[in-house]
């Protein structure tokens, strides 16, 4: 049963469109997740000096435009929950990532086999 030629190019179209929303997505996903390791690192690195402190250092964040006095344990706990936040919104993207690599993998595998059905079939397969 031999599909319409018009209907061939509307479903073209649209897997199209699919493609072009799934690449566009994957670079966002690919610049949150660089953010996101960015602020991991700096973290980390806030953390390594932290802890590096003696437990009587007064320690001071930054809230708006002024600095309040916090204990040491409170602001680790902090950081702990910050990291723990960011690990999570990496695992997060990083599902985002392989679905929307799946989408364009499994987009342009139907444009190839469309486009292989409207050319004749040819010897393909």
Same mark, same amino acid.
């Given at each position: 049963?031999?599909?319409?030629?018009?209907?061939?190019q509307?479903? &073209?179209?649209?897997?199209? /469109?699919? =493609?072009?929303?799934?690449?566009?997505?994957?670079?966002?996903?690919? =610049?949150?997740?660089?953010?996101?390791?960015?602020?991991?690192?700096?973290?980390?690195?806030?953390?390594?000096?932290?802890s590096?402190?003696?437990?009587? /250092?007064?320690?001071?964040?930054?809230?708006?435009?002024?600095?309040?006095?916090?204990?040491?344990?409170?602001?680790?706990?902090?950081?702990t929950?910050?990291?723990d936040?960011?690990?999570?919104? &990496?695992?997060?993207?990083?599902?985002?990532?392989?679905?929307?690599?799946?989408?364009?993998?499994?987009?342009?595998?139907?444009?190839?086999?469309?486009?292989?059905?409207s050319?004749?079939? %040819?010897s393909? %397969?």
């Open positions: 049963m031999a599909i319409p030629n018009e209907a061939l509307k479903i &073209l179209r649209e897997i199209e /469109t699919q =493609a072009v929303v799934a690449q566009e997505q994957i670079g966002v996903v690919k =610049a949150q997740m660089a953010a996101k390791q960015r602020d991991a690192r700096l973290l980390q690195l806030t953390v390594d000096e932290v590096e402190l003696p437990g009587d /250092t007064n320690v001071y964040e930054g809230v708006g435009k002024m600095f309040v006095h916090r204990p040491k344990p409170d602001v680790g706990r902090r950081l929950k910050e990291a936040e960011l690990r999570s919104d &990496l695992s997060n993207l990083d599902k985002k990532l392989h679905y929307f690599e799946t989408t364009l993998k499994n987009s342009r595998s139907h444009m190839q086999q469309i486009m292989g059905v050319g004749g079939g %040819g393909h %397969g």
